[in-house]
């Protein structure tokens, strides 16, 4: 288009998807939006989407199997492709009903035992049932399901503790598929972060000498158009940087592998400094930034890095959405336990059921996608850096009247202490 679009693609080998091999009795299937042939839970959840305009959605097949869809779009926003993913269901559930009736099973044990202890006559008939019964509930209390329960005589009781043993013995089984599904999950979350990394590298491998070119040029070529050509390349090259950025973060976010380096530092000059990077971008969208900030800030404990991306995603969303001529404000205050920083601009809004869903991943407004870029992931990766502080994020909006965002970062507790 005249507009100007970059398209990065990857075609896929048998080699690519050798590794779904590992996934026995599973199904990969693909399907055009208009395939009046397709399987019947595919063009319901077609039929569906208009309304419900959810691009992945899981259901269940029968009691040993479910499927998972994804919708892809086209460049309109209508549905194009549709894959889905057919699995066994998950032993998790399954092993959790087993677990739940083991220990039903063993808690009515315990009261079968004191039900047979009452006409019990014999001493050691008794004695026994009496180690039995701890025995249980030595077992209930600690957890330990790899200890079993006396059995040596061939009698009732010695029945009695072998179907005990052999109920631990499925539990422990159970347990044990369990613990060996969490692997596979956490491999499998391991593999993920691994393919984004280097898709991330084969994205950033031709992107680099577009950023240094363009931005040597910036330095040499002063003469319009020229000029004005080669920033729209540079700041493009800026922007799918970030995104791509953005992308790696919120996938080690997702994983538990999203790290910050804490130190004692104070917030102000980093405020400063991101304020100061944006103003070209507001100027050159024909608005304003203004900062109201104290002299002097408590230090806190911080990243300063992290703290400097969740203000600079807040403020460029805010450049973004608001109206020609608008001047941003971003405030910093503090009080006893934190400092505070909010981004107010004065454009359209948000609706209310659209900021419950604004710090999820992927979600943009509908309304606003077709002149804004991004990916829908800043807001979210915003909140798990500030959660990673002990920090809390927030928004404020109502419709015609503009938005709020903040976000606050506990203050260092030593200064806090000496005050």
Known sequence: PSRGTLVFGRYITESTIEPLNMYPD?????????????????????????????????????????????????????????????FPRDIYEQGRTGINYLILGIGSLGLLILL????????????RLRKLSAKVDEIGKTGKISERVESTRNDEITSLSQNINNMLNTLQNLYEKEAELSRQVENELNRRVSFMRALVHELRTPLTPVLTTSEMLLERVTDEPDRSMVENVY??????????????????????????????????????????????????????????????????????DRIKQVLTNLVDNAIKYSVRGDTINVRVTTDSNSVIVEVEDHGPGIEEDDQKKMFTPYFRIQKEMSHTGGLGLGLQLSKNIVELHHGKIWLKSRPGEGSVFGFSIPRDEAESENK
């Not at 691009?55 to 919708?71: E, H, T």
């Not at 047979?116 to 004695?127: E, R």
């Not at 980093?270 to 109201?292: F, G, M, N």
Request: proline share 5%.
């Open 26 to 86: 599973s199904f990969i299937s693909m399907y055009a939006a208009g395939d009046e042939n397709a399987a019947g839970d595919v063009l319901s959840l077609l039929s569906e989407y208009e309304t419900r305009k959810e691009s992945i959605d899981v259901k269940i097949i029968n009691r040993d199997r479910v499927a998972g869809y994804i919708i892809f779009e086209d460049i309109f926003g209508e549905p194009s492709l549709l894959v889905r993913m057919e």
């Open 116 to 127: 047979i202890v009452i006409p019990l006559t014999d001493i050691a008939g008794l004695s």
């Open 235 to 304: 700041r493009g090259a800026v922007r799918l940087n970030k995104r791509i950025t953005e992308l790696l973060d919120f996938t080690r976010s997702e994983v538990g592998g999203l790290e910050v380096h804490l130190s004692r530092m104070n917030p102000l000059p980093l405020i400063r400094e991101a304020v100061h990077e944006l103003e070209p971008e507001a100027l050159q969208r024909k608005k304003s930034i203004r900062l109201e900030a104290p002299e002097e800030l408590p230090d806190v404990f911080g990243d300063e």
